[in-house]
Nanobody, 126 residues
Framework: QEQIVVSGGGLVQPGGSLRLSCTAS????????VAWFRQAPGKEREGLSC????????NYVDSVKGRFTISRDNAKNTVYLQMNSLKLEDTAVYYC???????????????????WGQGTQVTVSS
Protein backbone atom coordinates (compact mmCIF):
# COMPACT_ATOMS: atom_id res chain seq x y z
CA GLN A 1 0.00 0.00 0.00
CA GLU A 2 1.35 3.37 -1.00
CA GLN A 3 1.84 5.74 1.89
CA ILE A 4 3.75 8.90 2.65
CA VAL A 5 4.34 9.53 6.33
CA VAL A 6 5.45 12.89 7.70
CA SER A 7 6.84 13.00 11.20
CA GLY A 8 8.96 15.10 13.51
CA GLY A 9 6.69 18.01 14.30
CA GLY A 10 6.16 19.35 17.76
CA LEU A 11 6.43 22.30 20.09
CA VAL A 12 9.68 24.23 20.15
CA GLN A 13 10.82 27.57 21.53
CA PRO A 14 11.92 30.39 19.25
CA GLY A 15 15.47 29.80 18.12
CA GLY A 16 15.10 26.06 18.48
CA SER A 17 15.37 23.28 15.92
CA LEU A 18 13.30 20.42 14.59
CA ARG A 19 13.88 17.83 11.91
CA LEU A 20 10.95 16.67 9.86
CA SER A 21 11.00 13.35 8.03
CA CYS A 22 9.08 12.31 4.94
CA THR A 23 9.15 8.55 4.58
CA ALA A 24 7.42 6.60 1.85
CA SER A 25 6.25 3.07 1.34
CA UNK A 26 5.23 2.01 -2.12
CA UNK A 27 7.21 4.91 -3.59
CA UNK A 28 10.94 5.07 -4.26
CA UNK A 29 11.68 8.65 -3.29
CA UNK A 30 14.85 8.98 -5.34
CA UNK A 31 12.68 8.81 -8.48
CA UNK A 32 10.65 11.83 -7.38
CA UNK A 33 11.20 15.48 -6.76
CA VAL A 34 10.22 16.06 -3.16
CA ALA A 35 9.07 19.32 -1.67
CA TRP A 36 8.07 20.64 1.71
CA PHE A 37 5.08 22.91 2.15
CA ARG A 38 3.37 24.48 5.10
CA GLN A 39 0.02 26.03 5.85
CA ALA A 40 -0.66 28.32 8.77
CA PRO A 41 -4.21 29.01 9.99
CA GLY A 42 -5.99 31.44 7.70
CA LYS A 43 -3.14 31.45 5.20
CA GLU A 44 -2.53 29.80 1.86
CA ARG A 45 -0.26 26.82 1.55
CA GLU A 46 3.34 27.91 1.04
CA GLY A 47 6.09 25.98 -0.72
CA LEU A 48 9.31 26.06 1.27
CA SER A 49 11.94 23.87 -0.25
CA CYS A 50 12.45 21.10 -2.76
CA UNK A 51 15.02 18.55 -3.84
CA UNK A 52 15.18 17.37 -7.43
CA UNK A 53 14.92 13.76 -8.48
CA UNK A 54 18.11 13.92 -10.46
CA UNK A 55 21.32 15.23 -8.92
CA UNK A 56 19.35 16.17 -5.77
CA UNK A 57 19.69 19.87 -6.42
CA UNK A 58 17.80 22.00 -3.93
CA ASN A 59 15.80 25.20 -3.81
CA TYR A 60 14.52 27.30 -0.95
CA VAL A 61 12.15 30.20 -0.63
CA ASP A 62 13.61 33.34 0.87
CA SER A 63 11.73 33.03 4.15
CA VAL A 64 13.58 29.83 5.09
CA LYS A 65 16.84 30.18 3.18
CA GLY A 66 19.79 29.82 5.52
CA ARG A 67 17.65 28.30 8.27
CA PHE A 68 16.14 25.18 6.70
CA THR A 69 17.99 22.38 4.92
CA ILE A 70 16.40 19.70 2.77
CA SER A 71 18.20 16.41 2.22
CA ARG A 72 17.46 12.87 1.18
CA ASP A 73 18.69 9.49 2.35
CA ASN A 74 17.91 7.05 -0.42
CA ALA A 75 18.88 4.05 1.68
CA LYS A 76 16.16 5.00 4.16
CA ASN A 77 13.79 6.20 1.44
CA THR A 78 13.40 9.39 3.43
CA VAL A 79 13.63 13.10 2.80
CA TYR A 80 14.37 15.41 5.71
CA LEU A 81 13.78 19.05 6.47
CA GLN A 82 16.16 20.31 9.12
CA MET A 83 14.73 23.50 10.58
CA ASN A 84 16.98 25.73 12.66
CA SER A 85 16.52 29.17 14.19
CA LEU A 86 12.79 28.66 14.26
CA LYS A 87 10.59 31.73 14.53
CA LEU A 88 7.06 32.26 15.77
CA GLU A 89 5.94 32.71 12.17
CA ASP A 90 7.14 29.20 11.30
CA THR A 91 4.15 27.81 13.17
CA ALA A 92 2.09 25.80 10.69
CA VAL A 93 1.15 22.34 9.51
CA TYR A 94 4.00 20.99 7.40
CA TYR A 95 3.54 18.64 4.46
CA CYS A 96 5.78 16.81 2.06
CA UNK A 97 4.85 15.98 -1.50
CA UNK A 98 6.25 13.97 -4.39
CA UNK A 99 6.42 15.16 -7.96
CA UNK A 100 7.12 13.45 -11.27
CA UNK A 101 7.30 16.61 -13.34
CA UNK A 102 10.79 16.20 -14.70
CA UNK A 103 14.46 15.75 -14.00
CA UNK A 104 15.49 19.40 -14.06
CA UNK A 105 15.63 21.85 -11.18
CA UNK A 106 12.83 21.40 -8.68
CA UNK A 107 10.09 23.90 -7.95
CA UNK A 108 7.94 24.68 -4.93
CA UNK A 109 4.60 25.17 -6.62
CA UNK A 110 2.01 22.80 -5.22
CA UNK A 111 0.27 22.01 -8.51
CA UNK A 112 3.47 20.35 -9.73
CA UNK A 113 3.24 17.68 -7.03
CA UNK A 114 1.27 14.50 -7.38
CA UNK A 115 1.33 12.69 -4.06
CA TRP A 116 1.00 14.22 -0.63
CA GLY A 117 1.69 13.06 2.88
CA GLN A 118 -0.41 13.97 5.88
CA GLY A 119 0.67 17.06 7.75
CA THR A 120 2.59 17.41 10.96
CA GLN A 121 2.06 20.32 13.30
CA VAL A 122 5.01 22.56 14.11
CA THR A 123 4.38 25.09 16.85
CA VAL A 124 6.98 27.68 17.76
CA SER A 125 6.10 29.31 21.04
CA SER A 126 7.77 30.66 24.14
Amino acid sequence: QEQIVVSGGGLVQPGGSLRLSCTASGYTLEYYAVAWFRQAPGKEREGLSCISRRFSSTNYVDSVKGRFTISRDNAKNTVYLQMNSLKLEDTAVYYCALGLYGSGPCVTTSHDYDYWGQGTQVTVSS
